[in-house]
């Protein structure tokens, strides 16, 4: 079970920092990803990381202002947030595959290109990008 946290209300511009930890077992070789809704959309894939740690995928829409990481020590994932804008306004939501044997990076991509395929979310954290 995944819980995200870090969500707030920040003006454009600026920053946060969302977290994501899970309980039951270690993510360390789980394919993680970030994905958002925003008001009246479906899910969107924001950025996935390979469980090797060696592929990132980032929607087009965030390149260069989000850096998704994970903290094996600790059993989360992250998403850096930088230059927010209003349009990243939305509920955040990490998820993760268990360890399988597709290659990497590939299923770092699928995961965020088809989170229509996922069948549960948890609860989200809210970004809200507003002056």
């Known amino acids: 079970q995944f819980v995200e946290s870090g969500g707030g209300l920040v003006q454009p511009g600026g920053s946060l920092r969302l977290s994501c930890t899970a309980s039951?077992?270690?993510?360390?070789?789980?394919?993680l990803g970030w994905f958002r809704q925003a008001p009246g959309k479906g899910h969107e894939g924001v950025s996935c990381?390979?469980?090797?740690?060696?592929?990132?995928y980032y929607a087009d829409s965030v390149k260069g202002r989000f850096t998704i990481s994970r903290d094996v020590a600790r059993n989360a994932v992250y998403l850096h947030m930088n230059n927010l804008k209003p349009e990243d306004t939305g509920v955040y939501y990490c998820?993760?595959?268990?360890?399988?044997?597709?290659?990497?990076?590939?299923?770092?991509?699928?995961?965020?290109?088809?989170?229509?395929?996922?069948?549960?979310w948890g609860q989200g954290t809210q970004v809200t990008v507003s002056s």
């Open positions: 039951g077992g270690s993510l360390e070789h789980w394919t």
């Open positions: 998820a993760g595959d268990p360890p399988d044997f597709m290659e990497p990076g590939m299923h770092a991509q699928g995961m965020c290109e088809m989170p229509n395929l996922r069948d549960s």
């Open positions: 990381l390979s469980r090797d740690g060696l592929s990132t």
